[in-house]
């Protein structure tokens, strides 16, 4: 089976990862017909559009994207995150983060395995902001539409991968119009999933609880601000952006990319960890039906880490990007013979 991949490296580390994660595709043998695409502030200076109308045709066109990370300017107008636009031109619905305790990664928790469902395309970024005068006015915009398919996917993710419980976060008790329907609708969808425990957490409370207990959540579905902020919140948990993937899975053309940002002061010097885009390209494979390769290349970084001898300088250690990556891909490959008969 072939498949489509578009590549988008963006800004800053984007580039450089995106490539590694290709050439981990690569070594796992898949069979794949690549395009590259162009998204990002770079792409902005260059041709006065941070995402050229090619870019969203090829995204269409392709059967998953491998997204590095594009750098936003604070202070630009008519600047809009090409990032953001794509999901909501394509209707990538659902923000999925897992977050895992991994071997060797020197972080805060230990033994977390949660994911979080954040709402990807309404919410305080509907891009409903103006300046009136003296004050800025921002709306918040939730739908019984957007609430509907966004807790949906998160209860048929629980089934799907045998997870038993969903946490649903809102301020609903402060926010009773826009969060009370978005509480409304998640609690009539929790009725027709018996299998699971349903939990409501007020997002408050829930920063608090995962810093105080992140191994007591399993599903956690949310509006998009409130995802936002938990799920950097929980990847700092787990051991930094760096270890953090993340999928936009919805209507269109799923994209994957690490939940961290361009990282502009780390650009081209071949030393932060390649682990959140090579967990995100795992993402990709599992999406993509390609589960005994998915599963491959996620042994092979665990491996690595448990190892411990070829890391980043973010995970304590002194090796390169480029080192890390193939180490990686040597273990891969070691399995991969191991494993023929
Ligand atoms: P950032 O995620 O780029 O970097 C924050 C810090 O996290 C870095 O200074 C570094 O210490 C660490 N870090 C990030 N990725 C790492 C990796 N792979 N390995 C090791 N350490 C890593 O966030 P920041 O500095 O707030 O934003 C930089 C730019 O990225 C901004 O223009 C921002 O708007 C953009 N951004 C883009 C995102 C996207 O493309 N989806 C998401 C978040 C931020
Ligand atoms: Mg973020």
Redesign the pocket.
Known sequence: MMHRICFIG?D???PE?VEHGRRVLDALGLAYEASEASAGYECFERSGTSLPDETVEAVRSADAVLFG?????PNLQNYRSP?VRLRQELELYANLRPCRSYPNVNAIAREVDLVIVRENTEGMYSGRERREGEQAVGERVISRKGSERIVKFAYDYAVRHGRRKVAVVHKANVLRETCGLFREVALEVAKEYAQVETEEVIVDAMAMRLVKQPQAFDVIVTTNLFGDILSDEAAALIG???MAPSANLGEGTPIF??????????AAQDR???C?TLLSACMMLEELGEQERAERLHNAIVHVLSEGRVL?K?LGGNAKTSEMVDEIIANMQREGKRREP
């Open positions: 963006g800053g580390i984007g990862l990370a594009i750098t936003s300017p990032i930094g952006l760096g990319e690490p939940a961290h940002g361009s990282a502009p002061k780390y932060v960890n390649p959140a980043t973010d």
